[in-house]
């Protein structure tokens, strides 16, 4: 049976025309390579070269020098993507993100990371939080970013940082006039045009909120125009609050169930692949200083 190895040996003694050199480069002694390249012949059935000064190639020893030498490239090019990928250097990172954190985190995190890791295609997509739960739980994705708050046991989740709601209305609005200081109780007052962001609360006042809504909507883009139209408030995170038109005004809410905690979530099922532990590492290394820009709370 011919080995991989034997071909080796033959072409780098081939390339170099003498035992001396190829000994060097392989590291071997130049008796280990003689002994290898006769087992080749034999395996072979008929000399490689025209003498043994290994200067000059037969006709045969041509013909699996060509082919030899496309062996040992993809050989070895075959390893370093293996390897590659084992270091997360490449491999495919797909990647579900609640808008606000996709346009205002990931472009600067992504960046950074995809600089040191070249060889790493990206599959970005964004939806709300219910939406990005289920495309990790499904295995559609394989890094998650959103709020967790309605946890599944199929998903681990890692704390990222947190950040205050906001009521959503126009300057107009009764709201507005009122400040600081709102609560869910006040969200009574006016047309609740229900998202992902209200449901993820998940409490008595929310729930009774949202069932006494008739509207709701799943895109933060659709919700700002219908508060601007006038047609209700709603509730957004203060990350989704950072380029609000002048037609629509931004109110902090006070009390229990008025931060949201984003979290990077995996499937609990699977192992990491290599390529998204290193994106986890380097999340967890870069969110800080990107976090402190955007004065969230961090818990990394």
Known sequence: ????????????????????????????????????????????????????RKRDLTDLGRFVKDVGDRMVRDHDACLATIRAYSRGEAGQLRIASV??????ILPELLSSFMKIHPDVRVDLMDSDSAAVRDEVASGHADIGIADNSMESSG??????????????CKPTDILASRGEGLTWADLWRGALIVNETIRSVGSDETVALVEGSRMSARN??????????????????????????ETIV?????????TRTISLLTQRSRTA?????????????TLPRIGRNLGLRLHV
């Open 1 to 52: 049976m011919i080995k991989f190895d034997s071909i080796r040996v033959f072409t780098t003694v081939a390339h170099h025309g003498n035992l001396r050199a190829a000994a060097q480069e392989l590291g071997r002694t130049q008796s280990a390579l003689s002994m290898t390249l006769k087992q080749l012949e034999t395996d072979l059935g008929g000399p490689l070269f025209e003498t043994d």
């Open 99 to 104: 808008p606000s954190v996709a346009a205002l």
């Open 155 to 168: 998903i681990r989740s890692r704390p990222l940082f947190s950040d205050t709601l906001f009521v959503i």
């Open 220 to 245: 933060n883009l659709s919700l700002l125009a219908m508060v601007a139209s006038g047609a209700g408030i709603t509730v957004l995170p203060g990350l989704a609050t950072r380029s609000l038109p």
């Open 250 to 258: 931004a109110l902090p809410l006070t009390g229990s169930g008025t």
């Open 273 to 285: 692949s290599p390529v998204v532990s290193a994106f986890c590492r380097h999340a967890e290394a």
